[in-house]
């Protein structure tokens, strides 16, 4: 059985690794430098456009682009994702003393306002042929590294997830059955043992399940194309992918067979039908 196992830097690591190390596996300092680069840009046009020259609007660089990171997910563990930035930083009790510590009520929401991942002046031309191209680098990017650190044991799930937001994207989807209802839906492909993120990307609508695919893939139906892209990296490796009806099909079966992957997933009764009369056909 193979078992999940760090690899490359995770592994040099060892028994010195700390919650802060391990952050910056995925987060490298390449992917903080392009969001620096842009961030910056766009503080330099607020300075132009207000006239601001304070040291709470000058420009930002890595440490303490970490250092917002770090507060954002604060806010996460405060439950405190909506709450009004004045509140965060009050200074009668009621706020959060570590906002206070690491960084003024002024320069926050400068950061927060100004912050960037891709450049806006070839943005538009990037979306005609990639509708997530503002955050299309550092969400390759991110994966690319969760890859390289980290081997996926025995199994491999895939599943989607409806990450909450109401505001303007044109890929943003509306799903009933979701708590949440709106936001952007993400695919998936995660360790079964402990839910380890390896693989995802963004449906942004039409054909986006086979971008990346080779033509021969590109042909077969949107559920099996979604299958195939997030497994991709795991050909080969004899492991087992597990998903659930909307994505199970007899071509699926074949193909991760020819490519070296057991599959495990259920049939809805429709499905089980076909499946009896391939093999009827077959035999």
């Known amino acids: 059985m193979k078992l999940p196992v760090l690899i490359g830097k995770a592994a040099e690591l060892g028994e010195k690794a700390d919650p802060f190390s391990v952050w910056c596996l995925p987060f490298t300092h390449n992917m903080l430098s392009h969001i620096v680069e842009w961030t910056n840009c766009k503080i330099r046009e607020m300075q132009s456009k207000y006239q601001l020259q304070s040291t709470s609007q000058k420009e930002t660089d890595v440490v303490e682009l970490k250092t917002f990171f770090g507060l954002l997910i604060f806010t996460s563990v405060f439950n405190s994702n909506h709450e ?11 706020g959060r003393e570590i906002f206070r510590a690491v960084m003024s009520a002024k320069r926050f929401p400068i950061l927060l306002s100004a912050l960037r991942f891709d450049n806006r002046v070839d943005r538009e031309e990037r979306r005609k042929v990639d ?20 081997g996926v044991g025995q199994s491999a799930t895939i599943d989607e997830v409806l990450v909450s937001f109401r505001g303007r994207c044109r890929f943003k989807m509306y799903m009933q059955m979701k708590p949440c209802k709106y936001g952007i839906k993400i695919k998936a492909l ?71 992957l057991t599959y495990v997933g259920t049939l809805k009764k429709k499905q089980e039908r076909n499946s009896s009369t391939i093999f009827a056909k077959k035999n």
């Open 190 to 260: 995660t360790d079964a043992r402990n839910s380890y993120l390896f693989n995802a990307y963004k449906d942004s609508g039409k054909n986006s399940d086979g971008i990346g695919l080779i033509d021969e893939y590109k042909r077969f139906s949107k559920p099996t194309q979604t299958v195939l892209r997030l497994a991709e990296p795991l050909f080969g490796s004899n492991l087992n992918i597990t998903v659930d009806n909307w994505l199970s099909s007899i071509e699926l079966v074949n193909i991760l067979s020819k490519n070296k």
């Open 84 to 94: 009004n930035i004045e509140t965060l930083f009050a200074t009668d009790g009621s």
């Open 131 to 150: 509708p997530t191209a503002p955050i299309s680098f550092n969400f390759k990017s991110f994966f690319e590294n969760c890859q390289n650190v980290y």
